[in-house]
Structures are given as C-alpha cells and as structure tokens.
C-alpha cells in the first residue's frame, strides 16, 4: 500500500466536489496527467470525473462514460440516500465494470490502476469505472526460450493478457486464479494460478503464506518475487523456475505445480521446481518420444561438458599426463611449449574473456553486436594463439565449453554451471582429480538437501521415485505417460485413461 493510500486509510469520501479533487490533486502534487473533467450528470446533479491520462482508453471514457451521463432521460424519483448513483451505476453507464466505493483511498487506489471515477455533488460514494486502456506490447514469439516446432506465442507484460492466454489453452472451471498487491508503493498485481483439482494444496498454502509476508516497497520483476519466496538463498541452483512461454507454464500446471504472475513482467514463475525441469523444453513434447529423448540426453552430455571440460583439462595437463596416449601428449606438448603460463592462468584468462565478450553481446546495440562476437571468437582467439599467450588446445576447449553452456534450456542453471566451473578449474589446479572428486560430491550433497516448497529438489532420483523416471533423462511415449509426476505431490495421479487402443 502506497504512503498515499496510507494516509488517507479509513477517510469517507466527502459529499463536496471541491474538498475530493483538491484531495486528489494534492496527495498527487497536482501531477499534470491527473485529468478531472466536471460535468452536469444527467443535465441534474453536478459531478466530476478523474482519470490519469495514459492509464486509460479515450475512446472508452467517451463513449462508455462520458456519453450516457451526458444525455437527456427521463427520472425516476429517488427516495433513499445514494440511490442514485446505484441507478447510474445499472442503468446509466455502459462500461463493463462499474463499483461503488466509499473511501477517499478506493479513489486514488483506483486512479493508479486505470479506472476512471465519477463522484456526485451532495454524495459520500462515488463509482469506479473500468476504462483501462494503456500501451502494452503485442503478443509476440518468445524471445529467450525458441522452438523450431511448436506454439510462437509469448508473455508480454500485462497480467491479464497473460492470464488469458492461459485461460485459452486450459479452459477448464478448475483454473482458479487469485491475485494480491504486494509492494507498499508500487502495489504491483500478484497472480497465484492453480487447478485446484491437480493440485497439492499444501504448495498453495506455503506459497499463499510466503507471498504474505513480503513486506517490501515495490516489485518491478518477477526477479523479487522468485529471491523472496525461494526455500534457501545460500544456493546458486535455481529452486524457482520462470518461462515466458504459456505452453510451459500450462503444462506446469497440469503437472500440479502452481505460477505465480506478476504485472510488468513476460516471465512467469513456477514452484515446485526440480533439477530435472532446467533440462526439460516444450519441444520436447512436440516431437517424437525417440527424437525428444536423444535430443535430451544431449543436453545432460553437454550440462557436464559445460561443467567439466576445462577443469579436466587443467587437471590431465598439470597431474595426470599418463592418462592421455603418448601422440596426443605430444601434440599437446608441443602446442605449450612456447606458452608461458601454466594451464590454470590460459583457462582462467580464456574463461575471463570470454565471460566478458558474453556480457558485451548483451549490452552492445544490436547492429554492431554480430561483429564484435566475431571479432571475440575468431579474431581474438587466433591472434591470441599466434601470439603466443595461450595454446590451441585452450582455445577448442574454451570453445566447446561456451557451446555446451548455450544448449541448457533454462538460463538460470547455465549461469550456475557457470559459477561452479571456475570453482572446478581451481581445485583441479590444486589438487588434480582428487579436487574436482571433491567439489562434485559436496555438489551432489547440496543438491539432494535442496528443497522447493517442500519437494525435494533431486526428485525422482534422490528420493528415488520409479514412475517418475518416465520423463526425466529420456522421456516415453504419450501412450505410456499415464499419470503425472508424484513429485510434485498432485492430488490426483491419473493424466489419461488406462485403455487400449485397437490399430
């Protein structure tokens, strides 16, 4: 809740025109896009309508608010008090959504959120009118999470047209959404989206009882939420998962797990989630089973490609040189020999600029962001070799390093893999494979102690879960995906009927 709205928390709006709009003008320091049009209601009862200009649509406070209170009509007579704006209020106006409100804050709080409001002279209400009609970008194809098979529609930063973009894929009665503010000054809408048939109602009410105890002054992303609401912050695995695709988030769903949507942001947040879901795309489902699980267990080859790579490196060509065939030793002897650091300082220096060309690519404008990757990847690497200052060898596993990152399907774990990987090339510098043993298994430990609202984080390999592992590093027909995952806790199991079909 706003100071504002604080501030004038529990204060009746008063029956005088001129007290309410000075109010208004005041709380808002007479902000020149608060718009307050007066008007004889009805040709009989002076009255004032506010709106804030570009919060709402024109064209429905013309002809939906401002037309009908403007016409000539015929009476009744009006015995009790406020009866009528209750006539206005079902006879008179045409909009789609019209409210009583009776506190000076339900006015300003409806002004901030694009509704329109008319107060009456001699009246302590006033109504609040739907008329919101602000710029939002069109619906349009994903932009960090692309198919080649699949639906092309993404999120944009309205929570209504998100929620309806779910609503169309899921038409079912059991889709209950629920919304709150959260945010003392920004009062962002909050949406929790479930189907309350499927899911677990314990994730419900944890979610319910975190979003609760927010007590912060804005929410501008989805970002805050997922840290405020995340089981443990000293991690650097995601334990909340976030998509801008409504295909992900629907099919999240029906697994039962529960999205959180935020106003002002594509990405939806989705919890429970599980290690196994960062490796999981949409595409994934569209494609045949066979096709789906190779291109699957690519992705876990390549996870351990992005982790392991150059630490293997560093480790083999400092501690464990018998392990490679005399040729390739050779070969890789002789790319060193006029390298004058050792294999630690070459990865940590390729890694180092490589991190940096991948945070150019993102900030640099998009017309020049295509030359200054090439310039970084083939320029640079092979002027580096040339010179001297690293070894070929470096550079191809550099290379493939940076590939392999790009294949995981989530962000969030890349840039975990990321992190870990310099804590690998370290501890395999000082101790060889004995420390990258180490940090693997204090990793596998952390991982099976994770837990996202409650589910443990490994599921269904830690605890092990038999019928889970349909879908995890391979996925089975559709035929034989008869029930949804237990690890999410659903309610209920059965996802299609157990009939066979005659061919």
């Known amino acids: 809740m706003s100071t504002a709205t604080q501030s004038s928390q529990g204060q009746r709006i008063s029956p005088n025109l001129t007290e309410n709009t000075d109010y208004c003008k005041k709380v808002m320091g007479n902000s020149k896009d608060l718009m307050i049009r007066p008007l ?7 009255s004032v309508m506010l709106y804030i200009d570009g919060m709402v649509d024109v064209q429905i406070v013309n002809h939906s608010i401002l037309e009908p209170l403007l016409q000539t009509r015929e009476l009744p ?7 009528h704006l209750s006539y206005l209020q079902n006879d008179v106006l045409v909009a789609s959504n019209v409210v009583l409100i009776n506190e000076i804050k339900d006015v300003l709080d409806a002004l901030l959120a694009g509704f329109a409001v008319v107060l009456l002279e001699g009246s302590d209400q006033g109504l609040k009118i739907a008329a919101a009609g602000w710029e939002d970008r069109a619906v349009g194809e994903p932009i960090s999470q692309t198919v080649v098979r699949g639906p092309m529609e993404g999120f944009n930063e309205n929570l209504r047209t998100n929620t309806g973009l779910i609503r169309k894929r899921i038409r079912d009665p059991h889709l209950w959404i629920e919304e709150r503010e959260i945010g003392r000054v920004s009062n962002t809408r909050v949406a929790v989206v479930y189907l309350e ?3 677990d109602q314990e994730v419900v009410n944890e979610l319910r009882r975190r979003l609760d105890e927010i007590d912060i002054d804005a929410i501008l992303e989805s970002g805050y939420i997922e840290e405020l609401v995340q089981d443990k912050t000293g991690t650097i695995f995601p334990t909340v998962y976030n998509s801008e695709r409504p295909d992900t988030v629907c099919a999240a769903l029906l697994e039962g797990r529960v999205a959180i949507i935020i106003d002002g942001t594509p990405f939806v947040l989705l919890v429970p989630a599980l290690f196994v879901h960062f490796f999981q795309s949409p595409e994934d489902y569209y494609q045949r089973a066979d096709i789906s699980s190779l291109i699957r267990m690519i992705r876990y080859l390549a996870f351990f490609i992005a982790l392991l790579a150059p630490s293997f490196y560093i480790a083999i060509t400092t501690f464990h040189q018998e392990m490679l065939p005399t040729n390739l030793l050779i070969s890789l002897a002789a790319q060193r020999e006029g390298v004058p650091f050792p294999a630690f300082i070459e990865a940590i220096l390729m890694e180092l600029t490589y991190e940096i060309l991948r945070e150019a690519g993102i900030r640099i404008p998009k017309t020049v962001g295509q030359a200054v990757s090439i310039v970084g990847t083939l320029v640079i690497g092979q002027a580096a070799v040339d010179a001297g200052v690293v070894s070929a060898a470096m550079v191809i596993i550099v290379s493939i390093t940076a590939i392999s990152s790009y294949v ?3 962000n969030g774990l890349s840039i975990s893999v990321r992190i870990l990987r310099f804590v690998l090339m370290i501890l395999a510098a000082a101790f060889g494979f004995y420390g990258i043993l180490m940090v693997l298994l204090i990793t596998v430990t952390h991982l099976c ?3 996202s609202f409650g589910v443990s984080y490994m ?3 830690a605890p092990y879960i038999g019928k889970d592992l349909k879908d995890t590093i391979f996925r089975v027909p559709w035929a034989r995906m008869k029930t949804r995952p237990l690890s999410t806790g659903t309610a ?3 996802r299609q009927a157990d009939k066979k079909t005659k061919r």
Do not use: G, M
Request: proline residues 10%; glycine residues 0%; aromatic residues 10%.
């Open 492 to 494: 209920n199991e059965t």
């Open 459 to 461: 599921s269904p390999f």
């Open 408 to 410: 995981i399907p989530e």
């Open 449 to 451: 102690s994770l837990r």
């Open 40 to 46: 004889q209601c009805l040709h009989k009862w002076p």
């Open 77 to 83: 007579d009006f015995s009790a008090d406020n009866e």
């Open 197 to 199: 048939h499927i899911v």
